[in-house]
């Protein structure tokens, strides 16, 4: 399971260092792809796995079904962690994702997120968490 928030910079090579927390249980292979919201998600091989096998059961006849399975799968890359902890991020993804300089990477259970630094923040306004909460109940969650 992933979780935290780390902030890091992705040098002009387009390398990012991988938080060693996240290091040891990405492995030595993993996927990183586009996200929603702007951000890219990275998945260790088994979850990709997984969601490849869903992708799979869509149907081709199905228009979004198929554009949902495009927009994952075209700028999916394997990536690997180098001797310093780096990984190189491909230039399609760091464009998709806006990623110049000043990135935050975000456990969320069983995929990695990368920001922007300045999307991260734009995004993470938390003036509704009530409303957001009540409508958890409505998908079976409840604190």
């Known amino acids: 399971m992933f979780m935290g928030e780390y902030n890091h910079s992705i040098d002009a090579k387009g390398r990012l260092i991988m938080p060693s927390k996240f290091r040891e249980a990405l492995g030595d292979e993993f996927v990183v792809t586009k996200g929603l919201d702007g ?44 001797k310093q902890g780096r990984i190189l991020l491909p230039s399609v993804l760091r464009e998709f994702a806006q990623l110049n300089k000043d990135v935050v990477l975000v456990g969320v259970l069983s ?13 993470n306004v938390y003036d509704d968490m009530d409303d957001i909460a009540e409508h958890m109940e409505e998908l079976g969650l409840s604190i």
């Not at 260790?44 to 969601?51: H, K, L, N, R, V």
């Not at 995929?111 to 995004?123: A, D, L, M, Q, T």
């Open 39 to 82: 951000c890219l998600f990275v998945y260790p091989i088994d979850e990709w796995q997984a969601f490849e096998e869903k992708l799979k059961t869509l149907p081709l006849t199905n228009k979004n079904a198929r554009q949902f399975s495009r927009f994952f799968l075209a700028g999916a890359a394997t990536c690997e962690v180098d």
């Open 111 to 123: 995929r990695i997120e990368i920001w922007s630094k300045s999307k991260w923040i734009e995004s």
